[in-house]
């Protein structure tokens, strides 16, 4: 099966820093990959996708950037924020019918 | 409704006694999903379902577990006998069509004493 996994389960930042959350993913096959964010005790909320045929996606703060060759995902989130504080998972599928996601990366926004 | 509701938001159960968690979807969603997330843990998939058709079962993890869903309206996750490791938040998610991105209820924590 396929497997994600994140670089580094724990991450600090200064508020107003910038953050990039890592992913790297194993299945060639992927073709659709979403960040999430999951505050404590809700749902993982979308936050951004983007699509095997792009490279780069920005949003509002956060740029998703593909790098296929190398299977690896990231997240950039501009001029953190503490509400920026939460765990953010990376999910990648290859079919539609489900996605496989990560641990999640903790990310601390320092005041 | 606006969101995906899940309900109960949590439960307390003695091992060997059986659950029902419910999932109302977003109206219009045809896609529905079913994961588990255990304490620190990724998401772990379940089960899907899509419209009318028959629902991929490949994540469950034991016959204790099934799922329902009429149509696109409100599924059941069912687990029969709980154990112990069966303690965790059950997320429910759908979405409108395939391959788009999901949107999730609050999660069923679930607890087994």
């Known amino acids: 099966g396929e497997s994600v996994g994140l670089h580094l389960p724990t991450l600090s930042v200064q508020e107003g820093d910038n953050s990039i959350i890592n992913c790297a993913y194993s299945n060639s096959a992927s073709d659709y990959f979403i960040w999430y964010k999951q505050e404590s005790g809700k749902g993982p909320q979308f936050i951004i996708d983007?699509?095997?045929?792009?490279d780069k996606r920005q949003g509002q703060r956060v740029t998703v950037l593909l790098n296929k060759t190398v299977k690896h995902l990231s997240l950039q989130i501009a001029a953190t924020q503490p509400g920026d504080s939460a765990v953010y998972f990376c999910?990648?599928?290859?079919?539609?019918?489900?996605?496989?996601f990560g641990t999640g990366t903790s990310l601390t926004v320092i005041p | 409704g606006a969101g995906v509701s899940q309900s109960p938001s949590n439960k307390v159960t003695e091992k060997g006694k059986d659950v029902e968690l419910r999932c109302d979807p977003i109206?219009?969603?045809?896609?529905l999903y079913w994961y588990r997330q255990r304490l620190g843990q990724g998401l772990e998939f379940l089960i899907y379902f899509q419209g009318n058709s028959a629902p991929d079962k490949s994540g469950l993890p034991s016959d204790r577990f099934s799922a329902e869903r009429t149509g696109e309206s409100v599924s059941t996750l069912t687990i029969q006998r709980t154990q112990q490791e069966d303690s965790a938040v059950y997320l429910c998610a759908s979405s409108l069509v395939r391959g788009s991105g999901y949107t999730f209820g609050s999660g069923t924590r679930l607890t087994v004493v």
């Open positions: 983007i699509r095997s045929n792009m």
């Open positions: 109206s219009g969603h045809t896609a």
């Open positions: 999910a990648e599928s290859d079919t539609g019918n489900q996605f496989y």
